[in-house]
């Protein structure tokens, strides 16, 4: 009796368990709370609860043996984690769209995001196609573009299904300039057009003559300028140079100010030994040190010649594409090869431009998705406690965004690491099975684009990806595994 008695006549301590609508009562009549963060598994979803526990009970034949689900899609994740860690991309030099990027063609612009249409394309998605006709002589202004693009002359298709990748709409034309980046553990390339900047540019949906008259002065200058210094320079190991520059404050993603100096470090000597003007050397070099962004279209192809390299891994449960088009959000996994599971795309939460507010966005758009998808960007946060000062959020923020990330992915980066958290490897290789389970997306960092065309860029922030098109991808990779 005495111990009950000293036990109802102590202080009361409540321990919180999942919801969190009891917290803020019971701290406001005094009482010390203790709240723990729990949901059950699969949102509470009995279906997908029933498939995740049927995938660690039965059992297939493999090479004349018993093996059960879990494991065949642990062996797979695990060769498709060692395959992301071994990759190493290089710049080896800049091309021509029409000329190098794989199945490109005159009538053919390439996008973010998932296949979309012109009658669902969004404003800024519709705005960068339109200074795209422009730009390339196809149209004289904004008329003749919309008219010609709704005509079915012009076909539409993803960055992704040709081996490259493009910030916001991420539009592609055939004369645009771009990077040619290689992964030498696997040979396969991934190619990215040549960032503007930030505010009034092309993919955030602007197409007004600065516009175009800054593309055709990448094309015509900024382009033959620096594919004659990686020439002299020789290949960019952008593995070692997107490393460097986590461990110096970006993330990869909405911060690049590191790497966009490191590049200049690398190329100013080969540059100045360009046979260009002393004009346009000058030029080229004002350009990149104004534009802490221009490093961003670097490690967005050098991500996707990696991440490629995991594509149609049988029974691999590690997402290989993310991206969107400011009207559906899709992935795609692994071990699905091709197939998109798309859901509507969210609107970012973030920081606008003075003038602007959240009415004004267009939900999230763009492939630069595909740094989280290789480990970095959001992942990395961490390494980038800044990048607050551009999304929202404090210091403290980045390393929490970090550390959640590690709850579902299937292992560490061996080659980008973080100072802060004792130099441990980035989260990398987002699995399929754990975002579904835990009911966690991943954390995406990213611009916000103006939802009407010819604006552009009205801020920055962070996205939560849409859970329902990873429970449908899993529903997928269910039936793909019991079909085996």
């Not at 969190?20 to 009995?46: H, M, T, Y």
């Not at 990869?252 to 200049?264: E, K, M, P, V």
């Not at 431009?353 to 992942?379: H, K, M, Q, R, W």
């Amino acid at each position: 009796m005495k111990e009950i008695d000293r036990l109802l006549k102590g202080e009361i301590a409540v321990a919180n368990l999942g919801s969190a609508i009891f917290v803020d009562s019971l701290r406001n009549q005094g009482k010390r709370v203790i709240a723990v963060e729990w949901s059950p598994p699969c949102r509470g979803d009995e279906r997908l609860f029933g498939m995740l526990e049927s995938l660690r009970r039965e059992e297939v034949v493999v090479e004349g043996r018993p093996t059960r689900l879990d494991e065949l899609i642990s062996r797979a994740n695990a060769k498709a984690l060692e395959t992301l860690n071994k990759a190493h991309p290089f710049l080896v030099g800049i091309g021509k769209a029409v000329d190098d990027i794989p199945g490109m063609a005159d009538d053919l612009v390439l996008h973010a995001g998932p296949p979309i249409g012109w009658e669902r394309m969004c404003g800024p998605m519709r705005g960068a196609i339109i200074g795209a006709l422009i730009y390339e002589g196809r149209a004289k202004d904004q008329t003749e573009a919309e008219r010609l693009a709704a005509s079915g002359k012009i076909r539409f298709e993803p960055c992704h299904h040709h081996a490259a990748v493009g910030p916001m709409a991420g539009v592609v034309s055939p004369s645009m300039p771009v990077w040619i980046i290689e992964n030498r553990h696997t040979g396969n390339r991934a190619f990215a057009t040549l960032n503007e900047g930030l505010g009034k540019v092309l993919r955030f949906g602007a197409f007004g003559q600065e516009v175009i008259e800054r593309l055709r002065w990448m094309e015509r200058t900024l382009a033959p300028v620096l594919g004659q210094a990686i020439e002299i320079h020789g290949e960019v190991d952008l593995r070692v140079m997107i490393a460097q520059a986590l461990q110096m404050g970006d993330e990869g993603h909405n911060r690049n100010r590191a790497g966009t100096s490191l590049l200049i470090r690398e190329l100013a000597p080969a540059i100045a030994m360009a046979s260009a003007s002393n004009e346009d050397k000058s030029d080229v070099l004002k350009f990149m040190n104004s534009n802490d962004h221009f490093f961003l279209n670097l490690t967005m192809p050098a991500a996707k010649s990696c991440v490629d390299a995991i594509a149609g891994l049988p029974g691999c449960s590690i997402v290989s594409t993310m991206a969107r088009n400011g009207t559906d959000f899709g992935i795609r996994i692994s071990g699905l090869g091709d197939r998109w599971f798309t859901a509507p795309a969210p609107k970012v939460k973030g920081l606008y431009f003075t003038g602007f507010s959240e009415a004004d966005a267009n939900p999230d758009l763009g492939d630069s998705t595909v740094c989280e998808t290789y480990g970095i960007g959001g992942f990395a946060m961490a390494a980038a406690p800044a990048i607050v000062q551009f999304v929202g959020g404090a210091p403290s923020d980045a390393t929490r965004y970090t550390l959640a990330m590690y709850d579902i992915t299937v292992g560490e980066s061996k080659n980008y690491r973080i100072p802060v958290l004792g130099f441990r490897g980035t989260p990398t290789g987002i699995d399929l099975i754990q975002v579904v389970e835990k009911s966690l997306v991943p954390v995406v960092n990213t611009g916000i684009a103006h939802k009407q065309p010819g604006i552009g860029q009205v801020g920055a922030g962070l996205v939560e990806p849409p859970l329902e098109c990873f429970e449908e991808a899993f529903t997928a990779l269910y039936e793909s595994l019991k079909r085996a």
